[in-house]
C-alpha cells in the first residue's frame, strides 16, 4: 500500500522506489490497473506538470498517460432510466396489492 501512496512523490527515498516497485508488481505490471489503483481525482493539469525525475520502470509513463485521460461523461438518459424503471416498479406492485385485496373481499363477501 506505502507504493500506492507513494507512486506520485517527486522526489523518492530508496524505500519508496521499493515500495513503488512492489506495488506494481502486486498489479501485474499492468498500467491500466495500476492507475485505476491510484484513484486519482486530482486536477489533470498537475499530472501535465509533473516530471517524474526518477523513472522507476518503463510502465511509469504508461500509468501517467492513463491518469491523464478524461473519464467518459455520464449518460442522463441512464439514470433517467433507472429512476423510470424503478417507479414502475413501486406502481405495479401497488397495483397487484389493490388487486389482492380487491379479490379478498369479493372472495370473503
Do not use: H
Not at 510502465?59 to 501517467?64: A, D, E, L, M, S
Amino acid at each position: 500500500m506505502a507504493g500506492r501512496y507513494w507512486y506520485l512523490e517527486m522526489n523518492k527515498t530508496p524505500e519508496m522506489v521499493k515500495a513503488c516497485i512492489q506495488f506494481e508488481k502486486s498489479m501485474g505490471n499492468d498500467p491500466i490497473r495500476v492507475a485505476r489503483a491510484l484513484k486519482f481525482k486530482g486536477d489533470r493539469e498537475i499530472l501535465k506538470r509533473l516530471q517524474l525525475d526518477q523513472v522507476i520502470s518503463p510502465i511509469q509513463n504508461k500509468v501517467k498517460e492513463n491518469l491523464q485521460e478524461e473519464p467518459e461523461p455520464e449518460d442522463p438518459l441512464k439514470n433517467k432510466l433507472i429512476i423510470f424503471g424503478c417507479f414502475s416498479i413501486i406502481i405495479l406492485t401497488i397495483i397487484f396489492a389493490l388487486i389482492g385485496v380487491y379479490a379478498l373481499f369479493n372472495w370473503i363477501l
